[in-house]
C-alpha cells in the first residue's frame, strides 16, 4: 500500500519511481505503535529519531507552569516530525498522539542519504517544511486577527485539504479527531463559544461533526466564511468546480 506521505509529497514536485520506492521502504520499518492521550516528545526532552506519521492524529504543544495548555498544529498521516532534531539538542514543545498511532522512525541519516541519492526527493522535503511553517503563520493569522466564525471554518478548510491531499477524504467528508476542548486550545476560544460557532456552521447548513467525521455540504460558502485560500498548503484545488454528481463520479 503506498503510504499517505508519497500522495502528499506529489503534491509538490513529481517523484521518480525508485525515489517512492524507497520513502515507501523507510515508511514500513522500524513502526511504533501508541496508544491514545500519550506523550511522543515533551518539551524539554532531548530530541531523537524523525518520525513519519503513518495512521491517527497527533498534536503539537506548549503547556504554561499553571497547566493551560496551547495546541500549536495538527499533526495527519503523511506528516514528518520532528525535524527540530536537527537543529536543537531539546524540546521546545511537546508531541502527544490524540489517537492509536502508528509512526515509523527514520534512520539518523535519513536526510543525508535522500540529499546525496534522491534530489527530487530533497525538494519535496524542502517544501513540505515550507507548508509546515505556513501553516503556523495562518495559525497566528487566526488568533490575531480572524474571527471565533472564521477561525473555526478556516481550521476545517485546511484540516479537509490536507487530508483530501494525501487521498484520506471520502466525497466531502474526512476524520476530525478533535474534541471541542482541543478546538478551544487551538483557536483561542473558550469550549462553550466553539460549541455554539459550531452549531452555527450547522444551522447554516454549512457543515456537519459527528461520530469524529466532519462533512463539508457547502465547500465554496465555507471557504468565503473563512477567507480560505489553499495557496500556502501548495494544493492546487478543483473543489469549487466539482458538483456533488461529479464528486460522486470521481470517486467510484
Known amino acids: 500500500m503506498v503510504p499517505h506521505i508519497i500522495f502528499k509529497l506529489r503534491g509538490y514536485s513529481d517523484l521518480e519511481q525508485g525515489t517512492e520506492g524507497w520513502l515507501t521502504e523507510m515508511a514500513g520499518a522500524n513502526i511504533r505503535h501508541v496508544t491514545p492521550r500519550t506523550d511522543l516528545l515533551r518539551q524539554g526532552d532531548c530530541t531523537s529519531a524523525l518520525f513519519i506519521l503513518l495512521k491517527g492524529w497527533a498534536i503539537r504543544y506548549k503547556t504554561l507552569e499553571d497547566g493551560r495548555r496551547q495546541i500549536l498544529s495538527v499533526l495527519l498521516p503523511g506528516d514528518i516530525f520532528d525535524i527540530n532534531g536537527f537543529m536543537a539538542q531539546t524540546m521546545d514543545h511537546s508531541i502527544a498522539a490524540l489517537t492509536f498511532v502508528s509512526l515509523a ?56 485539504s ?37 452549531q452555527d456552521l450547522r444551522r447554516e447548513g454549512l457543515v456537519q461533526l459527528e461520530h469524529k467525521m466532519l462533512t463539508i455540504f457547502d465547500w465554496p460558502r465555507l471557504k468565503s466564511v473563512a477567507l480560505f485560500d489553499s495557496g500556502y498548503l501548495k494544493i492546487c484545488e478543483e473543489d469549487d468546480s466539482l458538483s456533488p454528481a461529479q464528486e460522486i463520479a470521481d470517486a467510484i
Open 105 to 160: 522512525a527514520l534512520e539518523d541519516d535519513f536526510f543525508n542519504l535522500a540529499r546525496r541519492d534522491y534530489p527530487d526527493l530533497e525538494k519535496a522535503l524542502w517544501c513540505d517544511l515550507h507548508v509546515s511553517a505556513a501553516i503556523q503563520r495562518e495559525l497566528s493569522t487566526s488568533l490575531g486577527q480572524r474571527t471565533a466564525r472564521e477561525r473555526l471554518a478556516h481550521l476545517m478548510c485546511e484540516l479537509f
Open 162 to 198: 490536507r487530508q483530501r491531499a494525501s487521498h484520506l477524504t471520502q466525497d466531502r467528508s474526512c476524520a476530525f479527531h478533535l474534541t471541542q476542548l482541543e478546538l478551544s486550545e487551538i483557536l483561542g476560544m473558550t469550549p462553550v463559544y466553539v460549541n455554539r460557532t459550531l
